[in-house]
């Protein structure tokens, strides 16, 4: 017997959303408003001074401000808090599908993890200060 796997349904998330979402779930992070990065609409989850975790969006304010199916996924990275990314290549996303929030909660953990099991390498990246070998 053949297992069906049902498609992913697109749901509209506005950005208020996934501001009230990241404030709720990672409210020791002190979620914000980050720059404008090439036309998108950034909140930084602060890690340490120098580290933050970007949560980028195209979506915009207000409830007509939502992207249709394939025009915007929400994307997650480890940037130094000047606004530089800490890694190369393309960030993982958060397909706007029904189970966004804990998909958006997996990715952001995982940087935290990363950061958390490499502080010193992240911080030394970010400020470009070397870190004395073994920290």
């Known amino acids: 017997m053949k297992s069906v796997t049902?498609?992913?349904?697109?749901v509209p998330v506005r950005l208020e959303e996934i501001e009230q979402y990241l404030k709720r779930a990672f409210r020791a992070?002190?979620?914000?408003?980050?720059?404008?990065?090439?036309?998108?609409?950034?909140?930084?989850?602060?890690l340490s001074d120098n580290v933050v975790i970007r949560v980028f969006t195209s979506a915009h304010r207000g409830k007509e401000s939502v992207a249709d199916v394939g025009e915007d996924a929400i994307r997650v990275g480890l940037n130094a808090a000047s606004g530089r990314p800490l890694k190369?290549?393309?960030?993982?996303?958060?397909?706007?599908?029904e189970g966004w929030r804990d998909n958006l909660r997996k990715r952001v953990e995982a940087?935290?993890?990363d950061?958390?099991?490499?502080?010193?390498?992240?911080?030394?990246?970010?400020?470009?200060?070397?870190?004395?070998?073994?920290s």
């Open 111 to 113: 940087e935290i993890e």
């Open 88 to 97: 190369a290549g393309k960030l993982p996303i958060v397909q706007r599908t």
């Open 115 to 134: 950061y958390d099991d490499r502080e010193g390498y992240w911080e030394s990246r970010a400020t470009g200060v070397p870190t004395p070998h073994g």
């Open 29 to 46: 992070l002190r979620p914000h408003p980050g720059p404008l990065s090439k036309g998108e609409l950034t909140i930084d989850l602060s």
């Open 6 to 10: 049902a498609a992913k349904r697109f």
